[in-house]
Structures are given as C-alpha cells and as structure tokens.
C-alpha cells in the first residue's frame, strides 16, 4: 500500500516582491482534530511573485510525491521476492 503524507504547500510574502514557498508536512503523532504541521522544506532564495514561488514549491511537492513512489515500488519489490 502505497504511503502517503500528509502535506501542504503555502507562500509567505517576507517583503515587497519577496515570496517563498514553503513545504509543510503534519506530524506522525496520535490522531488530532486539526493536524500540528512543520516545515520539511522552503526556498532558499526570494522569488519575484507568488505564481513563480507557487510553481516552483508545486514542483518540490511533485518531487516528493515522486521520491515516495519510487520508495514505494522499491519495498513492493523486495515483498514480492520474499514471498
């Protein structure tokens, strides 16, 4: 069963023409109303408008979701050969 996350991406404004995405993840704790989130990863430089910070933080999300596939398929495998 593939695993999933949890996530959310959103963009902070840290001045005028000075945007950030920013990759949350929710904790792994006991199951809660509303989730506890922290950050797993954000730009290290500014990007001029919140679509660019929006597209390139879409993108690390992709990658993630990609990484956690390719884990996915990897321990599908060695199950199998298990068996």
């Not at 792994?28 to 954000?42: C, T, W, Y």
């Amino acid at each position: 069963m593939p695993t999933l996350r949890n996530m959310a991406l959103t963009i902070e404004q840290r001045g005028e023409a000075c945007f950030h995405w920013v990759v949350l993840q929710a904790d792994d704790g006991p199951a809660q109303e509303v989730p506890l989130f922290h950050r797993i990863e954000s730009s290290a430089r500014p990007l001029p408008s919140q679509a660019e910070a929006l597209a390139a933080g879409r993108a690390v999300v992709r990658r993630l979701a990609e990484a956690e596939e390719a884990i996915d398929r990897i321990a599908a495998g060695a199950r199998r050969e298990r068996a």
